[in-house]
């Protein structure tokens, strides 16, 4: 299948990693990006600009593919090394990134002066316009379904991508609550151009993270998520657990009167003891709406090469047949 996104990137297939905090590894990526995909690095678990030198170099060891490295700009007293980060970038020769959370105009000069195509993946269609009018390549619609960040607009996918497709002049993807060949397909007819996963990708056999986190989006439901820091309006869609529990009562509690420091010990530091030790009770961690359709865990290539089929399946048979010939 070709895309504007599988010519822009250089890719076998329409689908997109997004970078996922202490998932998104040098293993991660590469076996996405072997699969036929784009793999993504996530910037911000490597610990400093040096250490994201060292996972680019690794996943370069480990595929031949193009990838690509998520930088997520958050708002932060004490910000990260950011100009490390995207040095370190442009000097292990990555050729994409993906931006998150704040406007990326700031970093768009040095990445696109290094040849650099950015895809800036942000919640709303004003976002994506703000995002396309300072240069970015492309965009990743993320739907109220995903995991993560949905934003404070609760728009799903159903009506932000044909909004956005009616808007926007470059191309985007779909993300958000994807996983299978016919929400592929049904993104595709919404004016998509391809999909973006994050949690599907968790319960694949090469996600570098504790079995216990892929037997728990196995096990969850559609119903299993929950919207967390909704007061702070920072939300974020988590897997519950006690420690999601503890946190919502805390938020019930305190009201209007929560400040960050309130719930510290639900989300700092919550990632490693989730994904690296498997302390599935440990706190906040990512996880969407998906997970309801969820109940494998293929390699990338059996997943991707399952979705592709399918997906060539629905469009020449099933759709191709409810038109007249
Ligand atoms: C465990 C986890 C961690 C994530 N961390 C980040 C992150 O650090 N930066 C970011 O831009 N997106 C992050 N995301 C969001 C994904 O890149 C992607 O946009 C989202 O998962 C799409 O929704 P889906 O999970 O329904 O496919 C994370 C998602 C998950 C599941």
Sequence with gaps: MRTEITELFGIEHPIVQGGMHWVGFAEMAAAVSNAGGLGIITGLTQRTA??????????????EKPFGVNLTFLPSVNPPDYPGY?????DGGVKIVETAGNNPKQWLPALKDAGIKVIHKCTSVRHALSAEAIGVDALSIDGFEC??????DDIPNMILLPLAARKLGIPFVASGGFGTADQLVAALALGAEGINMGTRFIATQEAPVHDNVKRAILEASELD??????????TERVLANA?????????STL????????????VAG???????????DAGAW???????????IPTCQELIDRIMGEADEIIRGRLAGLVAP
């Design 243 to 251: 420690g999601v529990e503890r946190l919502l009562a805390k938020e």
């Design 147 to 152: 995991a993560g960040h949905p934003g404070e």
């Design 286 to 296: 990512s996880c969407g709406l998906v997970a309801g359709l969820i109940d494998d």
């Design 50 to 63: 040096d250490d994201l030198a060292r996972e680019i170099e690794r996943c370069r060891k480990l595929t």
């Design 255 to 266: 009201g209007d009167a929560i400040t960050f420091e309130d719930i510290v010990p639900e």
């Design 270 to 280: 919550v990632y490693p003891r989730i994904m690296r030790d498997g302390e599935m």
């Design 225 to 234: 998520t929950r919207l967390v820091m909704r007061p702070l309006r920072n």
């Design 86 to 90: 995207v040095q370190a970038i442009i």
